[in-house]
Structure formats: C-alpha cells, structure tokens
C-alpha cells in the first residue's frame, strides 16, 4: 500500500516557487521499501543550510521507510563517561573530494525520454540542482557500451580511415545523451564534471576486427589514430556546448583478453603504458583539451597496485596519468590494503571509484526493488573507499527500466533508479538515498578528516566542507538502535539515537 505523506515548502527565487513533497514509499516485499516519482509528484531535499551553533542538522534515512528525515541535534559539554563515543578530530587532514555522481550511457537516455515531460524533469531535478541529491560527476562512454542497443562506434567505415575522416557522433549522442547531459549541467550551474569513457575502437583499428573478441588489441599502427580519435570526441561535444573533466584510458582493458561479449580493449600494463605516454598523452597535451584529466585503469581493484606499478614505472606515463580509475564488482575479495599500497606508492596520483552495480553477477537477482540490504551495500562501500583515499565515488547506470535494460548482451543490472514507462512513473531505490547521503553533503573541495570508529556494524567518515562546515556520515548495519554520542573537541558532545539499518548524516558549523 502507497503511504502519501506530504510536506510543502515554498522556496521563492524571484518568481519561481518550488513545491516539493515527501516520499511516496511503496513495499514490494524486499526487504525495504521505493519512493514512487511521476510527472505530478516527487520527493526532493532542499539545499543545506548554515544552523548556528549550538546546533547541528540531523538527516536519517532507514530501513523503515524514512527519506533524508530532516532534525537538529544539540552540542553539549564533552562528558567523561560518553556511551559509544565517535571522536572526530579536524588537526588529521587526508584526501580532497572530487565528486560524486553516476554513468549517463545510452540507456539511461533511452529510458529517461520514455517517460513524460513532467516525469523527465523530476527525474531530472532528482539528481542535479538544488534541491536533488546533487550529483557532480557523469561519466559517459565515447559511444556504444553494452547498456546500448547496439554496437557501434563514431567512425564504422567499411575500410580503413586513420585520418578519421568519416567521424561523426551517433545519432544515439544525439537523441539520449547530449539533449539530457546539456539539461544536467544547466541544473547544476555548471558545477557537473563529465568523465568520458570508450569500451572499443572501430573494427578496423584491431588486429582482429571485432568489437568484442579476445585479445582484441589494437593494430601497432593505429595507436596514434585512437590518440587521435580521443580528441575528435572532444572536439564534437564541446560544438554541443559540452566540454569534459576527464577522459580514461578504456573500460576494463582487462575484458579485451576474456571470451566475454562486451564491447572493449586489450590492454597489457605495458601496453597501455606505452600508448599513453607515445601517444595519448602527447596528444592531449598538444590539444585544446590540455588540461583534462587522464584517468587509466578503469577496471577492478584486484590489478591494484601492480599493474599501475608497471604503468607507471615509465617516467613519460607518469607525467600524462593524473588518476587511477577503479571499479568494485571484486571489492569483497580483494582487501583495501591494496588501495593504501597504490597510494603510497604514487602519492601524486588520485584513485577514484568510476563503476558500480549490483546484479551484475548469475548467482543473485537483477533487480531487487527496494532492497535495503542493496543500499548499505552502496553506502559501505563508498565509506570503505573514502577511508582508503578515494576522491570521489561514481554509480554505473542513474537509470535503468524495470528490467535493468537495455542492455545489448542482456547484462542487467540494478539501478539506483528504475523506470517504469508503462505506468509513466520511477522508483527510488535504498541505492538512490545511500549515493545522497555522499552527493549531497559532501560537496567537492570537502577534505577528509580523522573520524574514529568503535563498532564494526557502525561505519564512519568525516569531512570538512568549504563552507567550514564538518559532515559526518554514519551507517548503522546493526538490527537494533544505537546510543552514540559525536564529540568535537572544538564544538562539545551531541549525544544521538541511531535507527535500525539506518544512514546518517550529521552537519554543524
């Protein structure tokens, strides 16, 4: 049964008035529970605002069905005797955020056009602008990945053509991508970072030609018109008014040597060093896009830290890569020490977190609607992460339909957001609410600070807004609620309650 709970406030701007309203919670017997949007109504969260001291503003959301409920907390007097203290200390400084944010692939656009209008704004306005979860990162392919409906690239010449003479954006750049990306900035202020990303080359650039196939690796002569080809892209979205954060190296060079029927790359460490520093680095370089960052990996964390350790080992690659792309589908049988290990060994060098999904693997459903337990899978890993020197933490698919499509080798998946186009009307997962709980609280430029932890069923990070502001997040995995008291040298002790199976986070000045 839809519970409607609704709650008005009138944020005036001029003559603009916007009226939002609170979860529409809908139990499909999950373990949890999604908030129906659809053209005429959605639930959104207002822009954060400075309380003064001594109070701090408290958002919950659980298991039970609350959606960032909004409170204060008060600061008090350190006590002696804290029950379950968590000890934040601003003097222990680590990593800066960069952002975070989801994948925009041709799927995402292809369902997000299926739904009205009405619909598409408030999908829309759920991810990007003020009063959404406030994504500030997409990362999109450079054409077709397996989230399309078909395989294709910008230049599908039936022979040869390193001077890429016939590239051209798809009209799938057209219709699903460019009108909706153009849309996300324009709510986001400008302040959104797009992260480009390729799966595969034309055919005839592989030395055996095929999109997807085992060790497709490219032809030694067509290294530097892949180089090339980079910048034709880049060159092609900024005439659309779109111009990119970053670019990476390739999705998953690892897929390029397995039988699977993605679309993609073989790349060695080696190799890939190489073509960076002879040829994509150059180019880059050498363009009007000098100052993009160059992301490699972008694959699973069990090639940490070796195969960025032989990447890097070559003094020219060095100087071209700014980050390390990671992914998480083998984070639950690869430890975080390798991750520490990468840092240490190329300090300079940010590791972000650039895919994840769940149902990506035979043994579990695809879709879980409502799946608390899907959720705090997102929220623990984003904290593992954070606590690990990631900059940032991006989502696969921001939407998907109800069967976690399309996808061209029918590898659903689940999604933060699914659409419904029949009904004309989208689902809020757990996932959606976990990546808010980050997006929106911890803007880029936030510093990491020391925050301590005391429970294993209770997960902590903490950052230092640029607003002065401190965040903390907290998760409570535990089946029972939880006395906890958040103490700040600096500001006192707020004792708080924690819910069951809940996210929290905590902001004061």
């Not at 006395?483 to 902001?507: E, K, P, Y």
Request: aromatic share 12%; with cysteine.
């Amino acid at each position: 049964m839809v519970t409607y709970i609704i709650k008005i406030w009138l944020v005036i701007t001029g003559f603009d008035i916007i009226v939002g309203e609170e979860c529409q919670s809908q139990d499909y017997g999950n373990g949890g529970t999604v908030c129906i949007c659809s053209a005429s109504s959605c639930d959104f969260i207002p822009p954060v605002e400075k309380v003064d001291s001594p109070n701090g503003i408290i958002y919950t959301s659980n298991k039970a069905g609350l959606r960032f409920s909004k409170s204060e907390g008060t600061f008090k007097n350190i006590t002696s005797n804290a029950w379950n203290p968590i000890f934040v200390d601003r003097s222990r400084t680590y990593q800066t955020i960069v952002a975070f944010g989801g994948g925009f692939t041709d799927a995402v656009g292809i369902n997000i056009k299926s739904l009205s209008e009405g619909a598409q704004q408030n999908l829309m306005k759920s991810y990007f602008g003020p009063d959404s979860i406030e994504y500030t990162m997409l990362r999109v392919p450079m054409g077709a990945s397996d989230f399309s409906e078909r395989i294709y690239t910008y230049d599908d010449s039936s022979s040869p053509d390193p001077e890429l003479k016939e590239f051209k954006l798809a009209q799938e750049d057209l219709d699903y991508k460019i009108p909706f990306l153009q849309q996300a900035m324009e709510l986001s202020d400008s302040k959104l970072k797009l992260l480009a990303s390729p799966w595969t080359s034309p055919k005839w650039m592989k030395l055996i030609p095929h999109f997807a196939t085992m060790f497709g690796m490219l032809r030694e002569d067509m290294l530097q018109p892949w180089a090339n080809y980079y910048v034709k892209f880049l060159e092609s979205y900024k005439e659309n008014k779109l111009e990119f954060w970053g670019i990476t190296t390739g999705n998953e060079p690892s897929a390029g040597f397995t039988p699977l029927p993605i679309p993609s790359i073989a790349f060695s460490a080696g190799g890939l060093s190489k073509w960076v520093a002879n040829h994509l680095g150059p180019t880059i370089r050498d363009s009007n896009y000098s100052n993009i960052k160059i992301v490699t990996l972008d694959d699973n964390r069990i090639f940490l830290p070796w195969f960025i350790d032989e990447m890097l080992a070559n003094p020219a690659t060095r100087r071209y890569v700014d980050g390390i792309g990671v992914h998480w589908y083998l984070d639950k049988i690869i430890p975080t020490t390798v991750l520490d290990i990468t840092h240490d060994n190329h300090p300079d060098k940010f590791l972000i977190g650039t895919e994840a999904c769940r149902g990506q693997v035979p043994w579990e459903p695809r879709l879980v609607l409502g799946s608390w337990e899907r959720g705090e899978d997102y929220a623990t890993g984003i904290i593992q992460d954070l606590r690990h020197w990631f900059v940032g933490w991006l989502d696969w698919n921001i939407a998907l339909n109800i069967k976690g499509g399309p996808n061209i080798i029918n590898n659903f998946v689940d999604s933060p957001i699914l659409i419904n186009k029949t009904a004309d009307e989208f689902y809020k997962q757990p996932m959606f609410y976990a990546m808010g709980h980050f997006s929106k609280f911890i803007p880029p430029d936030s510093v990491r600070i020391e925050v301590s932890y005391f429970d294993p069923y209770v997960l902590t990070v903490a950052f230092r807004r640029p607003d002065d502001g401190i965040v903390v997040n907290i998760i409570n995995l535990r089946n029972d609620e939880i006395d906890v008291a958040l103490v700040d040298r600096r500001r006192g002790q707020m004792d708080l309650r924690l819910t069951r199976r809940s996210f929290t986070s905590i902001l004061y000045w």
